[in-house]
């Protein structure tokens, strides 16, 4: 079956630490985007990338980093410069184009938190 | 600032009733529309999309869109306890990203 997996679904950070969350699609989409969602609220663009080695800061890119060597594979570091890391992070895709007709597909999320 | 608006609810209603849901947008050029529906602890999951001005019916959900007035509504016919989530409204902008509104919560009552 055709999904986003993401990995590890639970995530705990110390303090100074730089952790990774996975983000892994066989959809064959060229778009793949990084949320965040506080609870109660909406979500949040943090990264996104829609070609492989390119991708654009979103809306709340500071403490974060990507990288995008492989067209499945979307990983974001949460790093220390990240003070409030506490969050449901996640994952989503979708084909890459002019056409407006392009909704994003989520992952199941990692929820992290801080120890 | 583009920004999408819904009221955060929690939106009541009776099982069987129709539940209505609302979002507004401050984006003019926005051109396409998704309502995804989010269980407490999960992650959203797409339920409907709309391009055009007027409804779009499937099963027992209609988007209604509205461009003038600037408006994208959820309607859910015969409300099942099941369908107690949060509805996230999301708008596709000229850069091709999508924008959440913050989401209402929905609660059916037997």
């Known amino acids: 079956d055709g999904g986003i997996t993401q990995s590890p679904k639970y995530l705990f950070r110390k303090e100074g630490q730089n952790v990774t969350l996975s983000c892994e699609q066989n959809l064959n989409h060229d778009a793949m985007y990084w949320y965040r969602q506080d609870p109660g609220q909406g979500l949040r663009l943090i990264y996104y990338s829609q070609i492989v080695n390119d991708f654009q800061k979103g809306d709340i890119a500071e403490g974060y980093s990507v990288s995008r060597e492989k067209k499945e594979s979307f990983p974001l570091t949460v790093t220390s410069a990240q003070k409030n890391p506490t969050a449901f992070y996640l994952c989503?895709?979708?084909?890459?184009?002019?056409?407006?007709?392009?909704?994003?597909?989520f992952g199941d999320g990692t929820r992290l938190s801080i120890l | 600032q583009k920004e999408v608006e819904q009221n955060s609810g929690p939106l009541s209603v009776p099982e069987g009733a129709i539940a209505s849901l609302n979002c507004t947008y401050s984006d003019r050029v926005s051109q396409s529309f998704f309502w995804y529906r989010q269980y407490s602890g999960k992650s959203p999951e797409l339920i409907m999309s709309?391009?055009?001005?007027g409804d779009k019916e499937d099963g027992r959900f209609t988007a209604q869109l509205n461009k003038a007035s600037q408006y994208v509504s959820l309607l859910i016919r015969d409300s099942q306890p099941s369908d107690s989530a949060t509805y996230l409204c999301?708008?596709?902008?000229?850069?091709?990203?999508?924008?959440f509104g913050g989401g209402t919560r929905l609660m059916v009552k037997p």
């Open positions: 989503a895709s979708s084909i890459r184009g002019q056409t407006i007709y392009q909704p994003q597909h």
């Open positions: 999301a708008v596709r902008n000229a850069g091709n990203m999508l924008t």
């Open positions: 709309i391009y055009s001005n």
